[in-house]
């Protein structure tokens, strides 16, 4: 963007408050450490955003909006559902393990107890990146539930990172458990043995229906 890095700037402003929303969330800092960060006044700031929600709203989506374009080409190639899912869930997994910010944003929009400030996260900034991965789901087994299978992949891929700190001092612990691509690979293990198991038992139900 052509604003980026130039003091008092919309995208400046973003980049500057991003890692304290990363670390307290939307209700953990005040304007007056948001100022502090950007080294602007609080009426400077709202002459871009309106208020401390817009401007976290705007944070989320820009963080998103950055992230997301990098993974987006996993999943416009030419190669299999399964394959472009798999290679989706490894960016994924690589950008919470290599981006502590990006990670912790996840995570705040997840467990966010604001009702509104989460509807507007989930519509705006949530929503492209998971209809993409529903849509794959959907190619891969069309009569799964792609909006549960979607959910879990989300949450497997997010709870690994934020439960390395602990998990790493509990029996078994190795650590290429930390890795993306181990990650990703366990995570398409779990869906495509959910998925078989489904179709498995559909085929008995018919079979026996049948009989």
């Not at 960016?91 to 990006?102: E, R």
């Not at 912790?104 to 929503?127: G, N, P």
């Not at 891969?140 to 299978?149: E, F, G, R, S, V």
Request: glycine letters at 4%.
């Amino acid at each position: 963007m052509k604003d980026k890095g130039i003091p008092g700037t919309r995208v400046y402003i973003l980049e500057k408050v991003t890692p304290l929303f990363a670390a307290q969330g939307c209700n953990g800092v005040s304007m007056r450490e948001l100022s502090k960060a950007v080294g602007l006044s609080a009426a400077a700031i709202y002459h871009h955003f309106t208020d401390k929600k817009t401007l976290y709203l705007e944070v989320m989506k820009y963080a998103f909006l950055e992230k997301t374009s990098l993974i987006e080409p996993s999943l416009s190639h030419d190669g299999s559902a399964e394959i472009r899912l798999e290679e989706f869930i490894e960016s994924f997994a690589k950008l919470l393990g290599d981006d502590p910010s990006f990670r912790a944003l996840v995570l705040w929009a997840l467990l966010d107890d604001d009702k509104v400030r989460v509807k507007l996260v989930a519509e705006e900034v949530f929503f492209p990146p998971f209809n993409l991965v529903r849509q794959l789901l959907e190619e891969i087994d069309p009569k799964a539930d792609h909006y549960m299978l979607t959910i879990s992949i989300i949450w497997l891929a997010v709870s690994h990172f934020a439960t390395v700190p602990m998990c790493q001092y509990l029996p078994g612990w190795r650590p290429e458990y930390a890795e993306p691509t181990v990650i990703s690979k366990h995570i398409m293990v779990f869906l495509i043995k959910n998925m078989h198991s489904r179709l498995s038992s559909e085929s008995v139900k018919t079979r026996v229906k049948e009989g």
